[in-house]
Every structure is written in C-alpha cells, then in structure tokens.
T-cell receptor, first 113, second 113 residues
Framework: DVKVTQSSRYLVKRTGEKVFLECVQD?????MFWYRQDPGLGLRLIYF???????EKGDIPEGYSVSREKKERFSLILESASTNQTSMYLC????????????FGPGTRLLVL | AQSVTQPDIHITVSEGASLELRCNYS??????LFWYVQSPGQGLQLLLK??????LVQGIKGFEAEFKRSQSSFNLRKPSVHWSDAAEYFC???????????FGSGTRLQVQP
C-alpha cells in the first residue's frame, strides 16, 4: 500500500513564527503536492513538485514556500505564520504519467494564534 | 481554467436509502474525474476514477459514478447507504498540464438511523 505520512497531525503556532510541515511518501512517486483545505472551499493547491529541487506555484502560493531535497520528501514552509493560515494542510503524491491517482496523507491541522 | 461544482453542501439520508451526490465540471478536453471520501479527521481516500471507456465506473465500498459528457456531470451513487458512509465527499478533475487536482467544495453526508 502507498503510504504518505505527515510529520504532525496537530500544530499550534504563534503569529510570526516560521513553520515547517513535512511530508514523506514511500512509493517513489515523482509528483508531490501541498493542498490547503478550508470549510466550503474544498482543497486548493498551494505548491507542487515534479522532481527533486523542482517546484511550481499552485493557485494560492502567497505566504508559503516549499523544499524538495529528496524525492520522497516535500516540505511546506510558512515563512512568517499568520492567523489566516490557520487551516488543514494535506500532502499528496502520484506518478508522473498523466492521470495517475493522487494518494493523500492524513493532514496537519494548523492553528496560528 | 477548469472548475468543479458540487451544488449540495450537506445531504442527509436514512440508512438503507439510496444516495446520489452531484458533481458538474468544466474542462476543455477529455476530463479525468475522481471521487474522494474524507472521514472525520482523516485524509482523502479514493473511491473511484474515470479516465476513458465505460461511462459507468465502479468503486470501492459499493459506490459507482456515471460520466455524462453532454451534461458535464459525474454523479456518485450508492443503492443502499450504511451509517459508516457518513463523511465528506469530494469530486475532482485532473489538470493534465499541472498533474494536479481541482476539487469541488465538497458534500457532507449525514446518515440517519
């Protein structure tokens, strides 16, 4: 079974803190994604990556950055956390060929005070 | 740009009753369509997907969905709902250029005993 793990299920941070969310997949997937989930808005794409050291902006990249130093690991970074970044963050991965299924991690619920 | 609309925010059905969740999409080419389910506090699990071929696709947990190109719809159905089906359901279309999913806003299903 494909496994996508996220470093924390719950996080509480203060405004202005730098926050790191880690995602690891064990299926040698090339593609990795970070989504943000908010009630009534579904999931929105923050950043994605096709390969090591590659990254592409999604639909809502402002206030976020990412790092992919190893194929299996994709990190989401909140440079200076703000209260409007309180949300559920979901990581996903898939193979490079078009149409492949995305597999999701359990999510990290982040509260910024 | 592609989009997905799930017109029902919240649906309540009785256990044993049939279920249909609506999904309409907007996409310029042949769509790759997905239904995911999210149980409380969990990540997303794939129920089924449509890439091509037979327009009626079968998924896990007794779910099926029908692709209707003329109506730009991909509705999810189940003939008899179980209490364990209570969850949030998301329809999504694959952006083949970015290999990322565009999600609808979700439908929360409540099952009455």
């Amino acid at each position: 079974d494909v496994k996508v793990t996220q470093s924390s299920r719950y996080l509480v941070k203060r405004t202005g803190e730098k926050v790191f969310l880690e995602c690891v997949q064990d299926m040698d997937h090339e593609n990795m994604f970070w989504y943000r989930q908010d009630p009534g808005l579904g999931l929105r794409l923050i950043y994605f990556s096709y390969d090591v050291k590659m990254k592409e902006k999604g639909d809502i990249p402002e206030g976020y950055s990412v790092s992919r130093e190893k194929k299996e690991r994709f990190s989401l970074i909140l440079e200076s956390a703000s209260t409007n970044q309180t949300s559920m963050y979901l990581c996903a991965s898939s193979f490079v060929s078009g149409g492949e299924t995305q597999y999701f991690g359990p999510g990290t619920r982040l509260l910024v005070l | 740009a592609q989009s997905v609309t799930q017109p029902d925010i919240h649906i309540t059905v009785s256990e044993g009753a049939s279920l249909e969740l609506r999904c309409n999409y907007s996409y310029g080419a042949t769509p790759y369509l997905f239904w995911y389910v999210q149980s409380p506090g969990q990540g997303l699990q794939l129920l089924l997907k449509y890439f091509s071929g037979d327009t009626l696709v079968q998924g896990i947990k007794g779910f099926e969905a029908e692709f209707k190109r003329s109506q730009s719809s991909f509705n999810l159905r189940k003939p008899s709902v179980h209490w364990s089906d209570a969850a949030e359901y998301f329809c999504a279309v694959l952006d083949t250029g970015r290999r990322a999913l565009t999600f609808g806003s979700g439908t929360r299903l409540q099952v009455q005993p």
